[in-house]
Nanobody
Framework: QVQLVESGGGLVQAGGSLRLSCAAS????????VGWYRQAPGKQRELVAG???????NYADSVKGRFSISRDNAKNTVYLQMNSLKPEDTAVYYC???????????????WGQGTQVTVSS
């Protein structure tokens, strides 16, 4: 079974950095667009950063200049480098990826289970 597994979350002081990883496991033919989302308590889930299969990126205004999304197709992994973290960045971060299991299979969006990021002041 294909899965997305996030890792790298934790507790960090304001101004610090974390790097989140989203690794796809199982039999996967290709990975399309990938997005990092976050959801803080009592708030809606929001798109933080996205990257296309071609490597184009986009960011929410709130993280632009601080976060960077990248992908390593050979490792079936997408990263989110988070610098200059603020308490407002505290949330559960989720990875969403469009996966194709085989040449003839459908392309389906998958969600990871989420990883907690807590930024203290």
């Amino acid at each position: 079974q294909v899965q997305l597994v996030e890792s790298g979350g934790g507790l960090v002081q304001a101004g610090g950095s974390l790097r989140l990883s989203c690794a796809a496991s199982g039999s996967i033919f290709s990975i399309g667009g990938v997005g990092w989302y976050r959801q803080a308590p009592g708030k809606q889930r929001e798109l933080v950063a996205g990257i296309t299969s071609g490597g184009s990126t986009n960011y929410a205004d709130s993280v632009k200049g601080r976060f960077s999304i990248s992908r390593d197709n050979a490792k079936n992994t997408v990263y989110l480098q988070m610098n200059s973290l603020k308490p407002e960045d505290t949330a559960v971060y989720y990875c969403n990826a469009s996966l194709k299991i085989s040449v003839l299979s459908q392309t389906t969006a998958y969600w990871g289970q989420g990883t907690q990021v807590t930024v203290s002041s």
